[in-house]
């Protein structure tokens, strides 16, 4: 069946180092569409990035993906972090035709002075 | 204002009652849905709603029943709690493209 794989819970960075995210998926449909949900602390989910688009890159509030088909992957890059960085991060595929999110365990993004 | 909105924010209660959550979307879009996210973060579907029929319907207990009375309001009704059902239950909703989804801010539920 359709799933997301986040292989990391948590990453702890320091203020201005380059922030990258993992993140795979797995669907028989050809078309997935990606996306990445940021949850802040007492909040809910809000979408940061999405994209359908095979190697295409999509950015966002200095946040940005590239769907690469080839390796099922859509990875979370920035090139300096913040400390209004630090949240939860969600990766998430679409279910073609149902309008369902499947969710990654999610990734703790933690920014240190 | 437009958005998603949930009440009530925060629920205690006690093994075997009954509860009722209700979700109300503002911006007009024809598909809702619940989510559960329980205590190790992990976000699951639960249900959809496009313009009042079931669309998704995953294996949840059958305690869970969704109540959709028009497309801009879901609510979801608990029978006889139990305490894995303490999490945080959020609604979303997205257009008739169904690519972006807007949350609520969430109902906490805690079950003694």
């Known amino acids: 069946g359709d799933s997301v794989t986040q292989t990391e819970g948590l990453v702890t960075l320091t203020e201005g180092l380059p922030v990258m995210l993992n993140c795979t998926y797995q669907?028989?449909?050809?078309?997935?569409?990606l996306f990445w949900y940021v949850q802040h602390l007492n909040e809910s989910p809000r979408l940061l990035l999405k994209?359908?688009?095979?190697?295409k890159r999509t950015e966002h509030q200095g946040f940005h993906a590239t769907l690469h088909k080839s390796s099922s992957s859509f990875h979370l890059q920035k090139s300096s972090a913040q400390l209004s960085d630090s949240a939860l991060y969600y990766c998430?595929?679409?279910?073609?035709?149902?309008?369902?999110?499947?969710f990654g365990q999610g990734t703790k993004l933690s920014i240190k002075p | 204002e437009t958005a998603v909105f949930q009440t009530p924010n925060y629920h205690v209660t006690q093994v075997g009652n009954e509860v009722s959550f209700n979700c109300k979307q503002t911006?007009?879009?024809?598909?809702m849905y619940w989510y559960k996210q329980d205590s190790k973060k992990l976000l699951k579907i639960m249900f959809s709603?496009?313009?009042?029929?079931?669309?998704v319907n995953e294996t949840v207990p059958r305690r869970f029943s969704p109540q959709s009375s028009d497309k801009a309001h879901l609510n979801l009704r608990i029978k006889s709690v139990e305490p894995e059902d303490s999490a945080v239950y959020l609604c979303?909703?997205?257009?008739?493209?169904?690519?972006?989804?807007?949350f609520g801010p969430g109902t906490r539920l805690l079950v003694l």
């Open positions: 979303a909703s997205s257009d008739r493209n169904q690519d972006t989804q807007y």
């Open positions: 669907t028989i449909y050809s078309n997935p569409f």
């Open positions: 994209s359908f688009t095979d190697n």
């Open positions: 998430a595929l679409m279910v073609y035709n149902q309008g369902k999110l499947i």
């Open positions: 911006l007009g879009h024809d598909t």
């Open positions: 709603y496009n313009n009042k029929q079931l669309i």
